[in-house]
């Protein structure tokens, strides 16, 4: 695990792409409880340890995962998070093509499948769908590959991956999502880069930055940025 940064109310570790945010079916130890075991042995608190979950990643998805550590932050980061405006993510994701255009908006309807676990994306609304927005910028290629800049305006289950799956965008590694062939480690070519927002507490502006994780590809596309 990797902490990245952390104050008196807040917490925010890289996350890799095998590991999982919260509890779940595999049994797998979730990231919640590596971070709190993390609290208690650096400050040596007694007794239970409070760690708050805002947000999720997909288990193979890398990045950027923030908790609260005090429930004054908890309750506010909840609700900043239920706004569009007052947090700012931004993904890292490496597709097999340039989209056409190569800067834009994408504007669909996601309708989950909870039996499948995947989400399918329409143009149209459809009964039981919601409203999912994302704003995506071409930033460069490799020989093969191809680096886009992704900001979030809606969080929806597995959003990213259905939206650039709809427009035949299909990120490396994502064989749910339709790219043919898996990555070695299991996880997929997208990354939560940067979180941005107004510290729940102090009120300061606050950035965090993950670095992606440590494969050749990752470090073609960091190396040339």
């Known amino acids: 695990m990797q902490v990245i940064y952390e104050d ?69 980061l909840n609700e900043m998070f239920k706004q569009k405006e007052a947090i700012k993510k931004t993904y890292w994701a490496v597709v097999d093509k340039i989209p056409s255009p190569p800067q834009g908006t994408l504007h669909h309807w996601l309708v989950r499948n909870n039996k499948q676990n995947k989400s399918y994306a329409y143009n149209l609304q459809k009964p039981d769908s919601k409203e999912a927005v994302l704003q995506y910028k071409y930033l460069k290629s490799s020989d093969r590959f191809h680096l886009l800049e992704i900001d979030l305006q809606t969080g929806r289950h597995h959003q990213i991956r259905a939206q650039l799956a709809a427009i035949g965008c299909l990120i490396k590694g994502d064989l749910k999502y339709g790219f043919p062939r898996s990555n070695p480690d299991g996880g997929i070519h997208l990354h939560a880069r940067k979180i941005e927002f107004i510290h729940p507490v102090s009120k300061e502006n606050v950035s965090i930055i993950a670095a992606p994780p440590n494969d050749q590809l990752w470090k073609y596309f960091v190396d040339n940025e």
Not at 21 to 36: A, H, R
Not at 39 to 62: A, C
Request: glycine share 10%.
């Open 8 to 76: 008196n109310h807040i917490i925010a570790v890289n996350k890799t792409g095998n590991e999982i945010v919260q509890g779940d079916k595999t049994g797998d130890s979730p990231l919640s409880d590596i971070v709190k075991a993390y609290i208690k042995q650096k400050y040596n608190k007694p007794g239970e340890v409070f760690l708050g979950v805002t947000h999720r990643l997909d288990r193979p998805t890398s990045g950027v995962v923030l908790f609260a550590r005090t429930g004054k932050a908890l309750t506010r």
